[in-house]
């Protein structure tokens, strides 16, 4: 499991999921509602269940949802969840309960070892990516999405799930062998957020279990793991009354409950099973306050938190009371924004809300990220922010475009009602089967907030404000640097700061709101003055009276939603090697200004309810704009793309506030072992090259406005030479007067560009080199190995393909074999321009005095695969994963949106969208095994190493 920096406590909800009375943790099902209420939507009526979700129980007390779902086609997501977690763990068991988890995956009484993940990967399955389970607090998830067009699949993978419930064999050579991976685990959280955690969490958990029983456990119990106390846990807790099956997919719902009840209906109920019991997090009357440093910390940040008891949403009035706080959240995020675009704000970043903490109690939260020296200072902003809605409420103009914008949420929700990814629906029936979450289904959620909204008032949802003060079971987390001249304020020191704002005067909130049209004065249109077709791809191709070139695929992949890029050659290659860094975040600083007539503020406000947006963008080789938008909003996204390009607005103070953002970011930067492992890797291969620094406050001097404005008008002053693509839900008889009005009339004044080679060059030779920072016992390295060749697509492909068989097999090696790392990845790149390069990566995590054994078995590997051709399930493990992604990748506007624009932008047949297939029923052994011998080379090899310092 992953853990944070510093707690923000929404952050915090995110990784936990646990609970707190002293109770049955098993919860019933939501019951439908009856079929003819009265009044479906008044307040005391209990939410419906979705008709479309089969929910039943079998007779040993396992529960099961089903759901038919056809998006992605032909796949199924099934979970096997189980209601128990580490908070049930014996002392002697701490972080057994995830190890657990490790060992489903190492042999069961139908798969020997990891032969379950061969037989997935197999299937186009991946491991880590697709095939996976997390445990948390209180409960453990295993999650399995599979193709469902193969006879046998489901079959298989739901005897998988049985065997996890009633036959993990837990064989001592594979448990112990397992220890080393989930040690990795372990070390990959360490570092400044682990250090922070193990001293908030005892604060924020107070007398609770909680605080004790994080589910990666404890090193010692870890590195002495063995079957027994494995065992003692899992026939505690892996049991009929704790279990549920999920199920939905593109599958017939009587095949899925029919193998639901073979496979899991002959376990056998527990007799004299232990309770499960809830750990309370027990109330405290006054404030409770932790303040931490750490030497590795980038930042300060400060968190007020309220801790309440946990709630469920059953009933009508449970939904309604959930809108009104989401809307109050809304209005006081919007004011935090607009806080955190003024120089003076002492804060870089705020925000509020409030969720599920632990199972049955729940929390509210502010936090800031504070400019460094002016911690107390946040705390005071953000208390003095509630403190104004206390007083002084909301207004009626913030209530009106919350609830515009809450509305809006809802209705794109609805319109892609049968275009919903099943993981979606799976993650609400687990929340379903763990917590009693109602699930009504979303066209009666929509139906209910087009109800509920308008009878929401300015003056109950201001009342919420008086709730969300006192001192009863209030936190106070404070983080910051360690560092010389930074002081640390003290616990008085915090606690003066609440009587400070409870004393002062507190004017109320002001606002303006520009009226008028977001462009004040529309160009004179264009035209379209040739339009041609490519049948075979459905796609379109218009040229502009301006020369600019227009191409559209209408898809139906998704309702409501219509994606764009444009582009032209150049970019930040053709600035001066002076002008990169400006270059660089010139675009950030431009948008931050708004656009048009509008600030950044004010141009929020004026796309109340509308889902659109187009942001300029400079990369190296090219300039260009990227929007989204609904169908409904699309001429909302054109005008927004004109404005881009047409009208920057620069903005003094959002500049400065910027400014000073980056500065929060990077004047601690060196103190984070991660930045300066990265940092060491980009300066040793870029050998001093001017356009590649390392990035560091003192940078920021060199950052004028001015000169930022002119970069980004040069980049943008005549688009003669772009072309624009459009994907997704878009009607042509729509979308050409608006390219005529918009994109038509756009400067073209025959200026023709192209990229330069202006680019540190291709490292050569051997590099080895160690970077030791940190004080946590882990290390990680990245080994590079890159040369120069002509490029061509099928090369590009057998490198990408070679690079998965080498990621399966050091995978096997590392982890499965010497239990070294957690995790291995490789990755494969082959470069066009600016020159025809190729590059593959290799990056894994290990113990500090692992790191040259692991270096070692990795060269091992990588000359076995060049000397021996990879096996034929190999070769087939890596097609059917390719085959599989691709099935699902081919449904998805943004595919489609990044192939025919590399097709394009390279000047290269469209003709050859497709091929994908043939490459891959035409991938051999014979050809994996040169390309092995081409590219898994150490001729030109960089390897970087990060290890603790020296002590």
């Known amino acids: 499991m992953s853990f944070f920096s510093n707690l923000s406590v929404a952050v915090l909800a995110a990784v936990i999921t646990a609970s707190a009375t002293v109770a049955d943790a098993q919860r019933p099902a939501i019951k439908p509602a009856p079929k003819s209420p009265v009044d479906s939507f008044a307040l005391p009526s209990a939410l419906p269940t979705d008709a479309a979700v089969r929910i039943g129980t079998l007779p040993n007390g396992i529960r099961y949802y089903i759901r038919r779902n056809a998006k992605p086609e032909q796949r199924a997501e099934l979970r096997l969840v189980v209601n128990a977690g580490s908070i049930l763990e014996d002392e002697d068991q701490r972080g057994l309960a995830h190890f657990i988890e490790h060992m489903a995956f190492n042999g069961t009484k139908s798969f020997a070892k990891n032969d379950i993940v061969k037989y997935l990967e197999s299937i186009g399955v991946r491991f880590g990516a697709d095939l996976n389970a997390f445990t948390s607090f209180d409960e453990t998830v295993y999650i399995l999405p599979v193709p469902t067009d193969s006879a046998g699949i489901l079959e298989k993978s739901f005897r998988f799930l049985g065997d996890v419930a009633t036959g993990i064999l837990f064989d001592s050579t594979e448990v112990v062998a397992e220890r080393g991976v989930v040690l990795s685990e372990w070390r990959n959280g360490l570092g400044a957020g682990e250090r922070l955690r193990d001293k908030q969490f005892p604060v924020i958990f107070r007398g609770s279990r909680y605080a004790e029983r994080l589910p990666i456990g404890k090193p010692e119990i870890l590195e002495k793991a063995n079957p027994a106390p494995l065992k003692r846990f899992w026939r505690d807790w892996y049991r009929p009354d704790l279990m549920a099956v999920v199920a939905v997919g593109d599958a017939d719902p009587k095949q899925l409950e029919s193998l639901i009840r073979s496979t899991f209906g002959g376990i056998a109920p527990r007799k004299g099973a232990r309770p499960r019991l809830i750990a309370a ?210 616990d008085a020191d915090i606690r003066a700061v609440f009587g400070k704002v409870n004393a002062v005067t507190i004017t109320p909130w002001v606002e303006t709101v520009m009226a008028g049209a977001l462009v004040a004065k529309a160009p004179a249109a264009g035209r379209v003055v040739s339009e041609k077709k490519t049948e075979s791809l459905n796609l379109t191709e218009w040229t502009l009276s301006n020369g600019i070139k227009v191409f559209v695929k209408p898809t139906d992949f998704t309702a409501d939603q219509i994606v764009m890029t444009g582009w032209s050659p150049g970019g930040a290659s053709l600035v001066s090697d002076k002008d990169v860094f400006k270059t660089s975040l010139t675009t950030t600083v431009i948008e931050r200004g708004g656009a048009g007539e509008y600030s950044l503020v004010d141009l929020n406000k004026k796309l109340t309810g509308k889902v659109a947006s187009a942001s300029a963008v400079i990369s190296d080789l090219s300039e260009g704009v990227s929007g989204r938008a609904s169908p409904k909003d699309l001429e909302t996204m054109m005008q927004l793309t004109w404005l881009r390009l047409t009208s920057p607005r620069a903005d003094t103070s959002a500049f400065k506030a910027l400014l000073q953002q980056f500065d929060q970011v990077l004047k601690n930067k060196d103190a984070n072992p ?169 990056g894994y995590g290990s113990a500090p005095d692992k790191a040259e054994s692991m270096f070692a078995a990795v060269r091992q590997e990588l000359d076995s695969l060049r000397r021996v051709p990879p096996s034929a399930a190999e070769v087939e493990r890596v097609r059917e994963q390719q085959r599989r992604e691709l099935e699902v990748a081919r449904k998805q506007n943004g595919y489609w949106l990044s192939t025919i624009r590399a097709r394009l932008e390279n000047g290269d047949d469209l003709g050859t969208i497709g091929n994908e297939d043939p490459m891959i029923a035409g991938l051999t052994a014979e050809k994996l095994a040169a390309a092995a011998k081409k590219y898994l080379t150490e001729a030109n090899r960089a390897r970087f190493v990060l290890l603790p310092e020296s002590k």
């Open 281 to 490: 997090v027990p109330t405290h009357d006054s404030t409770l306050i932790s303040i931490a440093t750490d030497k590795e910390l980038s930042g300060s940040s400060v968190g007020v938190l309220w801790k309440s008891k946990g709630r469920t949403t059953r009933t009508v009035g449970d939904l309604r009371r959930d809108l009104l706080e989401r809307l109050y959240d809304q209005m006081l995020n919007q004011r935090f924004g607009e806080l955190a675009l003024k120089p003076e704000t002492p804060f870089v970043g705020a925000g509020a809300g409030g969720g599920s903490f632990v199972r049955s109690s729940e929390y509210y939260s502010l936090d800031a990220r504070a400019k460094e020296g002016q911690l107390l200072e946040s705390l005071q902003a953000l208390l003095t922010e509630a403190e104004r809605v206390r007083r002084h409420g909301f207004l009626a103009t913030e209530l009106e475009r919350a609830k515009t914008n809450t509305l809006r949420g809802y209705e794109r929700a609805y319109q892609e009602r049968d275009k919903t990814p099943s993981a979606a629906f799976v993650d609400e029936y687990v929340e379903n089967f763990l917590q009693g979450e109602a699930i009504p289904g979303i066209s009666f959620e929509y139906a209910a907030m087009q109800r509920l909204l308008p009878t929401v008032t300015l003056a109950e949802v201001n009342a919420l404000g008086a709730g969300r003060v006192g001192e009863a079971n209030r936190v106070v987390t404070v983080s910051l640097p360690e560092k010389d001249g930074l002081k640390v304020p003290t």
């Open 674 to 842: 991660a930045a300066v492992f990265s940092d060491t890797v980009q300066m040793t291969l870029a050998g001093g090259h001017p356009r590649v620094r390392p990035l560091s406050a003192e940078m920021l001097k060199e950052l004028t406005l001015n000169e930022m404005l002119a970069i980004y008008r040069d980049r943008f002053v005549d688009l003669g030479d772009f072309t624009f693509l459009f994907v997704g839900n878009v009607d042509l008889a729509v979308l050409k007067p608006l390219v005529e009005q918009w994109l038509a009339p756009l400067p073209a004044a025959g200026r023709k560009e192209t990229f330069k080679d202006v680019g540190p060059k291709l490292f050569t030779g051997q590099i080895d080199k160690t970077v030791r920072k940190g004080i946590a016992p882990q290390s990680q390295t990245a080994i590079l190995m890159a040369g120069a060749a002509p490029w061509s697509r099928e090369d590009s492909y057998l490198l990408s393909s070679v690079g998965e068989v080498l990621e399966m097999r050091l995978l096997e090696r590392l982890r499965e074999s010497l239990g070294g790392t957690y995790s291995v990845s490789v990755s494969a790149q082959y470069s066009r321009h600016p020159r025809q390069e190729w590059q593959l990566v290799i």
